[in-house]
Nanobody
Framework: QVQLVESGGGLVQAGGSLRLSCKYSGTIFSRTVMAWYRQAPGKQREFIATITLGGSTNYADSVKGRFTISRDNAKNTVYLQINSLKPEDTAVYYC?????????????WGQGTQVTVSS
């Protein structure tokens, strides 16, 4: 079981930047992959990116170029840097821990952190 706590969300103007953090604890295996998702009001949860323990990353095509996932294994923290924020980035951002078996399968979720982008 992995516990996840997101932070770093808030209200930001369009064009600004945010760095979200996800502090994780519990049982982490070498195969454990960390991910970020988001869910906008009235929409389904959307995959953003994954990162392996070794730092290999994978992104949804829709976010390539503005979003960067990274991690600090010494701090048990995964980050999501979002640049050039747009109002359509407004959503609750979730961190997840899981495994990749062809595609990413989340096993544990954080509580989410709200990002609101004003125009």
């Amino acid at each position: 079981q992995v516990q996840l706590v997101e932070s770093g969300g808030g209200l930001v103007q369009a064009g600004g930047s945010l760095r979200l953090s996800c502090k994780y604890s519990g049982t982490i295996f070498s195969r454990t992959v960390m991910a970020w998702y988001r869910q906008a009001p009235g929409k389904q949860r959307e995959f953003i990116a994954t990162i392996t323990l070794g730092g290999s990353t994978n992104y949804a095509d829709s976010v390539k170029g503005r979003f960067t996932i990274s991690r600090d294994n010494a701090k048990n923290t995964v980050y999501l840097q979002i640049n050039s924020l747009k109002p359509e980035d407004t959503a609750v951002y979730y961190c997840a821990a899981g495994e990749v078996r062809g595609v990413f399968y989340p096993n544990n979720w954080g509580q989410g952190t709200q990002v609101t982008v004003s125009s």
